[in-house]
């Protein structure tokens, strides 16, 4: 709902596939991480940056450098921005040039929402360039492995932008549709090969202690359950 403080934390549940994924240990330091990256777009580096970097080697980092790098891949890529590329606001909630005051209060609404969207993906960022960095430690971190983390970090958010978005997404179709993105996006990595099979097992684990077994165990594998009970109580 807008202007509605538990969308914060709601939102935020996603960090739990990150954890089911990667790992509390990881999940725990890219969140860490994401936090001393979340007030740097309001300041032009300097200084700032510097602190953040020295602060994150207690959050996974190697070197300060590799934070920088991280975190200015990051801006580049436009990965922390949260707006009408978000899966389920495709069409109603696009970004526009011109908006009429209306039109600011109700994206203003979205605060808390865009707030716990953003913890996700900062968090998967992180995450994602630790695991990267790890596996190539001396490695230079070029276009083609911005990418990668990129990629990982977007499959670490269940690919809920507007680019992963099906047919039934769009248009008219995502009216009635709009709360199933995020079960189908769940089910088609649990039924992929994306994830091993103990990352699955860990996902219906974390899932069904945040909601329950009933629904957690079912919604995660029918991935139909929850958006019902969601389009029902609408």
């Known amino acids: 709902g807008f202007w509605n403080p538990k969308q914060l934390f709601l939102q935020a549940n996603g960090v739990a596939f990150t ?14 991480a994401a936090y001393l990256m979340r007030p740097l777009h309001m300041s032009n580096g300097g200084s700032h940056l510097n602190h953040a970097a020295k602060l994150a080697l207690s959050h996974g980092y190697k070197s300060e450098e590799h934070f920088k790098e991280s975190y200015l891949a990051l801006q580049r ?51 994602a360039y630790q695991s990267w960095r790890t596996r190539n430690p001396i490695a230079v971190f070029n276009d083609a492995a911005a990418k990668e983390v990129l990629n990982r970090a977007d499959g670490l958010t269940l690919n809920m932008t507007r680019a992963s978005n099906a047919q039934w997404n769009q248009g008219f179709a995502s009216i009635p549709t709009q709360f199933w993105s995020y079960q189908s996006r769940l089910m088609d990595q649990m039924l992929g090969t ?5 990352q699955k097992a860990r996902v219906l684990g974390y899932h069904a202690a945040l909601y329950g077994v009933p629904t957690g165990i079912v919604g995660t594998v029918a991935g139909l ?10």
């Open 194 to 198: 994306r994830l091993t099979r103990t």
């Open 19 to 32: 954890a089911a994924v990667e790992g509390w240990d990881n999940a725990l330091r890219g969140m860490g």
């Open 77 to 127: 890529s436009g990965f922390q921005n949260v707006g009408g590329e978000y899966g389920m606001m495709d069409d109603f909630l696009s970004d526009r040039i011109v908006r009429s005051g209306a039109q600011k209060v109700s994206e203003a609404g979205l605060m808390f929402f865009r707030q716990g969207e953003r913890i996700n993906r900062l968090t998967a960022w992180n995450v």
């Open 225 to 234: 359950a929850l958006p019902a009970n969601e389009l029902g109580r609408k």
